[in-house]
């Protein structure tokens, strides 16, 4: 395109939404037969119609899932045990953190700095080779381990962070009235802080789900291995790979827009 | 917060109690099931070589397959961030364009990107990249071009020439990666410039480019500078996925001297060490430059 | 005022919307070029909104603006080239932090007018000294008190030698003992004859300079009138109610 070309299609983008919308279809299309065509030049051999079988199968008139539909649930699964460790972790690790146990902040602070500082990729292999043997952990459970450690580190931020967020003046209205530190946590603190968290601890579930994805290195059966196994069978890389990734894009989009929601909703009440 | 009313004194606390038994008992577990149940015999002398051994014939200290990864990854960080901010500025100001099309192309990238995990991104981009992409842009002649001018720069860039198709493969797939979460930076960073000032600039008779360029970049590269490098750190911890194609950085050579020596307690330490002891310079090195830039703000 | 003189400000039914909110119900109003309005009413009554329209911060929905002969429309050169002749004073000074004083001050006659670095170095130390602080050119604004920050808005405003100032509120951030100084510098301006629109709720600063009040309420202009009448025989029952309210005190 040359620049005359460039500033027309500019400026009919201006002039009203659905000519921007169109154009941006137009786009798409656009990589989309790049990506096509790169295929077909290559000798591709398109075989959508094999993959409703990896998604679900039928057997004597019932529905039996697939073997992406089973590495799914397989990372669902893991996303749940470790959400629930997640929260736990990331709790103890911000109260020990704020908590005027030196001992307590030190350890929050040792473990925080190592696992902020190292790739997530060398903390699973770490947990595979050498906490694994010694602890005796299958692999769904050292990804489960790694994982949770792993996010946990965020939620504890995120814990921290909302808790301090809430006004000193706060606090020092809880001394006023004469309430115990206790009842000023649970009475003010927390209430006000729970909501300011909720968002940002969604959308940690999200990331959750997504980094979930790195277990496939230690070979325990989520989407992400199921679907490398497939393409190791049929070389059907681009039909299996754009499925994953819709798979994973459909929930992690779902909840994201559950998070904007979230995060209007906190918005109007304060 | 209430901790800070209290005195700084150490003090002894239950928790201090409960804290430390924890923390002893889980080192005598470890080294009482590494001891007995595992029989692991510690070999440090085996692995310390894969970092840099002196050359017999030479006598001379000569880097090694870990070493060499670490250097790879700081190749891929360094490059792979100042590419990533290119995409990241171009994108980011696509994205509070007041151009509807540029918008939805910078929005549904930076959705795609950070909705998929980076694992199957890197899987699927490298797949895409090396079978097309590469052959296209005709890396491979490059990495075979005769000039000596290109020759040198393809050694500089990727260090071994015969590596180099695979090394900006990997590239490109960790800038694309990380070009998202930078243009969310840009974003913020511009958007975190308050409406007066656009429209002070408006009100004057500038232009949207010279407001742009002398009113808003200069305040938003200020903001934006203590996150990218938040980022650099990140893509450091990043770039150890794009092992999982082959590309020889710290992490692939890590597995490769684990696989061969089956020192992988040693290895994997010392490589989970090595990591950090870089990303926590880094830290330490940008806080200083951020506490020295606000200082000189009067 | 000489009403067969072309105005140079012309609003004809202009009207705005903030989504279901109309801020301007075909607002209609004429400044000749020399004129001194001071526009008042309660807040949200679309003062500013007027005036933001007048050199385009805002978009209006209907209706046609038409500044110095120039009609305000998507054409962005006639946008430019109003801008350049309209300043305008904000609230909240909208300092550039990033620059010193003086580029703060040289930066548009530089970028938009084609100055030469001297050149707009002199004019805009001329203007400083009109507003009296030559000596804090090369200070940063964060360094200058309230008062100073909106002077050195003014002289801003005034390097790029418009024909009309605007004004929103120009003293409605500063502390009291700093708006008498500003004032000061806005009734200077008004004695040499710039075309001048005041959004203020300072009542003796529109009794010295004003020739028109415009008392405005729910988007629509209520009363416009000479301060002769506009104070002491307001025609309309809102006025009189808002005047009692703010003279009270």
């Known amino acids: 395109m040359n620049r005359t070309q460039v500033r027309r299609w500019w400026r009919l983008s201006q002039q009203s939404p659905w000519i921007a919308t169109l154009q941006f279809l137009i786009f798409m299309a656009l990589v989309m037969w790049v990506v096509l065509r790169g295929a077909a ?4 051999q398109w075989q959508w119609y094999n993959i409703p079988e990896y998604l679900w199968k039928e057997y004597k008139g019932e529905l039996y899932p697939g073997q992406l539909t089973k590495g799914l649930m397989v990372t669902l699964e893991m996303t749940f045990w470790c959400t629930i460790f997640t929260l736990l972790v990331g709790l103890i690790t911000a109260l020990l953190r704020m908590s005027n146990s030196w001992s307590g902040s030190l350890l929050a602070t040792i473990y925080l700095e190592v696992v902020r500082n190292t790739p997530l990729l060398v903390q699973l292999y770490l947990f595979y080779f050498v906490l694994s043997p010694i602890f005796g952990v299958d692999r769904f459970w050292t990804g489960v381990i790694c994982l949770t450690f792993y996010e ?11 808790i301090v967020s809430v006004d000193r003046g706060q606090w020092e209205a809880g001394d006023a009235v004469g309430l115990s530190r206790r009842d000023a946590y649970r009475f003010i603190v927390l209430p006000q802080a729970v909501p300011l968290m909720l968002p940002p601890l969604t959308g940690q579930i999200i990331n959750l789900i997504k980094h979930s994805a790195i277990v496939s290195v230690i070979a325990v059966a989520d989407l992400t291995t199921e679907g490398r196994n497939i393409i190791a069978d049929t070389f059907m890389s681009f039909e299996i790979w754009f499925t994953v990734a819709g798979i994973y894009l459909v929930i992690t989009l779902t909840l994201s827009v559950f998070v904007t929601w979230l995060e209007r909703r906190v918005r109007v009440r304060t | 917060m209430t901790a800070g009313r209290r005195n700084k004194k150490t003090r002894w606390s239950w928790i201090d109690l409960l804290v430390i038994a924890a923390v002893i008992a889980f080192v005598v577990f470890v080294v009482v099931r590494v001891e ?30 870990l070493l060499e990864g670490l250097i790879l990854t700081m190749r891929l960080a360094v490059i792979g961030i100042v590419i990533s901010a290119l995409i990241g500025v171009v994108m980011g100001l696509c994205r509070i364009s007041n151009n509807l099309f540029l918008r939805m192309v910078a929005r549904t990238y930076v959705e795609l990107v950070r909705n998929t995990p980076p694992l199957v991104f890197i899987f699927i981009f490298y797949f895409f990249l090396s079978s097309q992409l590469m052959p296209l ?31 900006v493969a990997g590239l490109i797939c960790l800038s694309l990666f990380e070009g998202a979460y930078i243009t969310e930076i840009v974003r913020a960073g511009i958007q975190s410039i308050p409406r007066g000032q656009w429209e002070a600039g408006k009100s004057m008779g500038l232009s949207g480019f010279d407001v742009m360029r002398n009113v808003i970049l200069p305040q938003a590269v200020s903001r934006i500078m203590p996150p990218l490098a938040n980022q650099f750190i990140i893509l450091i911890k990043d770039s150890s996925i794009v092992s999982l194609i082959s590309i020889q950085e710290l992490t692939f050579m890590a597995v490769e001297v684990g696989v061969s020596t089956s020192r992988v307690f040693e290895v994997w330490i010392l490589t989970a060490v090595m990591y950090f002891v870089i990303c926590y310079a880094c830290v330490i090195v940008f806080n200083w430059l951020e506490r020295r830039a606000e200082r000189s703000k009067r | 005022m000489t009403e067969n003189q072309d105005p140079i400000i012309r609003l004809t039914d202009v009207s705005k919307f903030f989504g279901e909110f109309q801020a301007l119900k075909s607002v209609n109003m004429e400044v000749q070029l020399g004129e001194r309005v001071v526009v008042c009413g309660p807040s949200g009554s679309g003062k500013s909104t007027m005036i933001r329209c007048i050199n385009r911060l805002e978009e209006h929905d209907a209706g046609r603006i038409v500044v110095d002969g120039k009609e305000l429309t998507e054409d962005m050169g006639n946008i430019l080239a109003v801008r350049r002749e309209v300043g305008m004073v904000f609230q909240q000074f909208n300092l550039f932090p990033h620059l010193t004083v003086l580029r703060n001050l040289t930066l548009a006659p530089m970028r938009a007018r084609k100055l030469s670095l001297k050149e707009a170095e002199e004019v805009a130390m001329q203007y400083l000294e009109r507003v009296q602080i030559p000596d804090q050119a090369n200070k940063y604004p964060s360094q200058l008190s309230g008062g100073q920050q909106q002077r050195v808005a003014i002289a801003r405003s005034l390097c790029m030698k418009p024909r009309i100032m605007l004004f929103d509120e120009p003293t409605s951030a500063l502390d009291p003992e700093m708006i008498k100084e500003v004032l000061d510098v806005m009734i200077e301006l008004a004695r040499e004859g710039m075309t001048m629109i005041v959004v203020t709720h300072e009542m003796g600063f529109a009794k010295t300079v004003a020739d028109t009040m415009v008392f405005m309420d729910h988007g629509e202009i209520v009363e416009s009138a000479p301060p002769s009448d506009f104070f002491t025989a307001p025609e309309s029952e809102r006025t009189q109610l808002f005047l009692s309210q703010i003279l009270s005190h």
């Open chain 1, 41 to 44: 030049e290559m000798g591709y």
């Open chain 1, 152 to 162: 946990a580190s965020f939620v504890a931020e995120i814990i921290r962070s909302g």
């Open chain 2, 36 to 65: 007995t149940v595992l029989r692991y015999t510690w070999n440090w002398g085996h692995v310390m070589p894969f970092l840099a051994y002196v050359d017999e014939d030479t006598g001379r200290w000569v880097t090694n397959l």
């Open chain 2, 137 to 167: 842009l005709g890396v491979d002649d490059l990495a075979r071009s005769d000039s000596e001018f290109v020759q040198w720069m393809v050694r500089m860039v990727a260090g071994d020439p015969s590596l180099f198709s695979n090394f």
